[in-house]
């Protein structure tokens, strides 16, 4: 059964960062691709940034710059480091595989 756990969201000040991690288990983590998607109150899912197997990533144009997505291997952890926040970046952050995902984890950027 595939497991992903996101964790790492909070409340930050517009300009500042936050790094989530997502905890995959339950299938190949080292094999597959791998995408981080968020969904803002009140919106529908927005794709963010895509890493494949071999580690090419690819962002949103939203991001760019901004957020870098990784992955730990041999830990079967996701990333995103997100830096110079900006309040449309409130949403909960999910990772996903296919037409999997966690529980998300939530993201405000307020001051």
């Known amino acids: 059964e595939v497991q992903l756990v996101e964790s790492g969201g909070g409340l930050v000040e517009p300009g500042g960062s936050l790094r989530l991690s997502c905890a995959a288990s339950?299938?190949?983590?080292?094999?597959?691709?791998m995408n981080w998607v968020r969904q803002a109150p009140g919106k529908g899912l927005e794709w963010v940034a895509h890493?494949?197997?071999?580690?090419?990533?690819s962002y949103a144009d939203f991001v760019k710059g901004r957020f870098t997505i990784s992955r730990d291997n041999a830990k079967n952890t996701l990333y995103l480091q997100m830096n110079n926040l900006r309040p449309e970046d409130t949403a909960v952050y999910y990772c996903?595989?296919?037409?999997?995902r966690g529980q998300g984890t939530p993201v405000t950027v307020s001051s």
């Open positions: 339950g299938f190949d983590f080292d094999i597959n691709g």
């Open positions: 996903g595989k296919g037409n999997d």
């Open positions: 890493i494949d197997n071999l580690g090419g990533t």
